[in-house]
């Protein structure tokens, strides 16, 4: 649970001004004119701070204005000065002294500007000079709401007695505690191994799966040709998974949708849900990068909320048997820190803002999950994935194309695209010209990424059932070997024969990117100027300096995980190898023939590694590709007899 000081704001770096707390209450606030806000705003759980005056400014704030891309590329001047400080930091490898020697810079232009303000006793030309040498100057600070005006001894109280009371009710079930846990977002990535783990979980007696109707479209018309039940899509679920017989018997999938009031669930199964409950696991969200601030709020904070509401009915209903919610966040709730700590406990309004809607509406979604458990009492634990990446030992990941799988597909599909074309003596000039532009990609070499496999995710999320000591913490399920983005170049050069230059994020945004489509679309290839334009937009921030560092260790003293935690290099090197193999880049589509591969998959690469007594991710891309097509038939995708 975040603390008051912990909670306050970081001020901008060129301000040394205190700013106040900010009002605590969670009323709704008025626009200047008298009129509610938009219940959906922001501001129920940020506020802006005039600097001037130390008070709110009540005004709506706009969502854009919490994002990163709002507040960079300004002027030319501050274009060159984050492009020259990328480099130095490069050079010097020390951020730190780069950041203070870019705050003193505008501190000094600052005052110059100041100066040639007094001396000509114009205010237009204090002004005017300060745009043009982009002196960076904010008049405000946002920072998130306290969700109670409690102490932080009263806070300590209230969760300590949470604890307790989640300790008894699961003492009570005995050594076999037969839990009854209500899962949302089955049909995910996190969610099918979820699936996968909790078949075999011990604790586990049932698992009620709340899916929505899935709608079937004929891939070229886009018409709906057929809509799958709650219960066919579960059945489907299951077989893909592998899970059969008495362990499918774990398993109920019933109507559900997070965006309605008691996630959708008819009257009648919440009737019998009530009183059998132990756990709600909400791990069902909008995963969108580039969604619209509407769409990643109806799922992020009003689905949180709904899954809140339902559990604090559950917890409070007769005869209940819950022991507690568990609420799934990620740890980009801290946004763009610049290289500050982002602590498991404290959640801060970001200082560089956030990447984007996804990040921010799951910030508000936490911060509503602290006012359920501080004002009403509700008994909850969160945990914080970082990036989650496919399983450590296999790659495998269900087909997700989400996330860090985005870039390297497209990449993959981009270098078959270039190898076909280079077939004749045109088709050569044009493939050479295309890899030069299309193979870049913002990002700095030093950037450090938070990847962490999805079992390691999902082990954390299932030790979280019986722990009740994770009630009141945020815990983040992320990395300490953090991979930087020069190896993910060297390891994608690799396993996938992509050259990828890594070019400054500044200097990509303004100039590369725009030249790139240009010269693409002479090219005649706007579906690849269209897709790398769309990715770079999406994902270059996550390859930019000042990334934040994701503090870890409540995953092991808390939920008691191994403290080893997965080698990211050998997981990133398997998640090229799968994608490259199994999933063909994004191209294999069709859910069955994914969850065949990716069981074949797994067998051979045990078949390997019993072979070599080696574990695969360390041997090296050559001779994996030998033993590869010693063990695998790749054409048919199927173990070949004594391989
Ligand atoms: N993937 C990551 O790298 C990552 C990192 C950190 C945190 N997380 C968090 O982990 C959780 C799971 O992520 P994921 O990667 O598994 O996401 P995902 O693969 O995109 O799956 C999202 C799930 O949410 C469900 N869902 C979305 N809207 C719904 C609605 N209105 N009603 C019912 N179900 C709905 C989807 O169901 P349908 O099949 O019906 O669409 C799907 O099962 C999320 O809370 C996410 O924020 C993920």
């Given at each position: 649970m975040a603390t008051k000081r912990a909670r306050a704001a970081e001020a901008p770096a060129e301000s040394t001004a205190e700013a106040p707390e900010p009002k605590s209450d969670i009323e709704p606030t008025f626009n200047p004119k008298g009129e509610m806000m938009w219940e959906s705003s922001p501001s129920r759980y940020i506020a802006k701070i005039s600097l001037?005056?130390?008070?709110?400014?009540?005004r709506p704030i706009?969502?854009?204005?919490?994002?990163v891309h709002a507040h960079r590329d300004k002027n030319p001047v501050e274009v060159t000065a984050q492009f020259m400080a990328s480099r130095a930091i490069q050079l010097t490898g020390n951020e730190d002294a780069v950041k203070d020697g870019l705050r003193r810079m505008n501190a000094l232009a600052g005052s110059l500007a100041e100066s040639l303000g007094k001396a000509t006793g114009l205010k237009a030309v204090e002004k005017q000079t300060k745009k043009l040498m982009g002196v960076a100057e904010r008049s405000y600070i946002f920072q998130f709401r306290e969700p109670s005006h409690l102490s932080e001894k009263e806070v300590k109280g209230r969760v300590a007695k949470l604890q307790a009371e989640a300790r008894a009710a699961l003492k009570a079930r005995g050594r076999a505690p037969k839990l009854q846990v209500l899962l949302t977002g089955a049909t995910g990535f996190l969610g099918k191994e979820i699936l996968v783990q909790a078949a075999d979980d011990k604790n586990i007696a049932q698992m009620v799966c709340a899916l929505r109707p899935e709608k079937i479209r004929d891939p070229k018309t886009r018409e709906v040709v057929k809509v799958l039940s709650p219960q066919q899509r579960g059945a489907q679920l299951l077989e893909r998974l592998g899970i059969s017989g008495a362990r499918a018997k774990k398993f109920r999938f019933v109507d559900g949708d997070i965006e309605k009031p008691n996630l959708g669930i008819p009257d009648a199964e919440l009737a019998k849900l009530e009183k059998t409950l132990t756990h709600i696991v909400h791990c069902a969200a909008s995963v969108s990068f580039d969604d619209t601030y509407e769409n990643s709020y109806r799922a992020n904070v009003l689905g949180a909320r709904n899954a809140l509401e339902l559990a604090y009915r559950v917890q409070n209903a007769k005869g209940s048997s819950f022991i507690n919610h568990i609420a799934i966040e990620t740890s980009?709730?801290?946004?763009?820190?610049?290289?500050?700590m982002a602590l498991e406990n404290a959640l801060a309004f970001p200082r560089a803002f956030y990447n984007n809607y996804y990040e921010l509406t799951k910030a508000m979604a936490s911060i509503d999950t602290d006012r359920f458990m501080i004002e009403k009492g509700l008994r909850v634990a969160q945990l914080l994935p970082s990036i989650v990446i496919g399983h450590s030992r296999t790659g495998n990941n269900y087909g997700d194309t989400k996330v860090v799988n985005a870039p390297i597909n497209a990449f993959g599909r981009s270098k078959d695209q270039i190898d076909k074309l280079a077939t004749d003596m045109v088709g050569r000039s044009k493939a050479r010209m295309i890899a030069a532009v299309a193979m870049a990609f913002p990002g700095d070499a030093t950037a450090e990424l938070n990847l962490v496999p999805v079992d390691r995710v999902v082990a954390g999320i299932i030790a979280a059932l019986v722990v009740p000591e994770a009630i009141g913490e945020r815990i983040h399920l992320a990395t300490d070997n953090r991979i930087r983005t020069e190896d993910i170049v060297r390891i994608t050069k690799e396993e996938i024969g992509i050259d990828v230059r890594l070019t400054d994020p500044t200097l990509f945004r303004n100039f590369t990117l725009p030249l790139m489509k240009i010269a693409l679309e002479k090219m005649k290839e706007p579906k690849l100027a269209n897709a790398l334009d769309k990715l770079a937009t999406i994902f270059g921030g996550y390859g930019e300096w000042g990334q934040p560092i994701h503090d870890v260790g409540n995953d092991v003293r808390i939920l008691g995980l191994p403290i080893r935690r997965p080698n990211t290099l050998f997981a990133f090197r398997m998640l090229c190898r799968h994608n490259k193999y199994v999933q063909d880049f994004g191209k294999v589509r069709d859910a069955d023939e994914v969850a065949r591969r990716e069981l074949v998959w797994s067998q051979v690469l045990e078949n390997i590694e019993f072979e070599t007594g080696r574990q695969v991710a360390s041997i090296s891309p050559e001779e994996f590709q030998r033993l590869l097509e010693a063990h695998l038939d790749l054409r048919a995708f199927k173990a070949k007899k004594g391989g």
């Open positions: 001037h005056t130390r008070k709110e400014i009540l706009d969502p854009e204005e919490l994002l980009y709730i801290h946004g763009r820190k610049k290289r500050s």
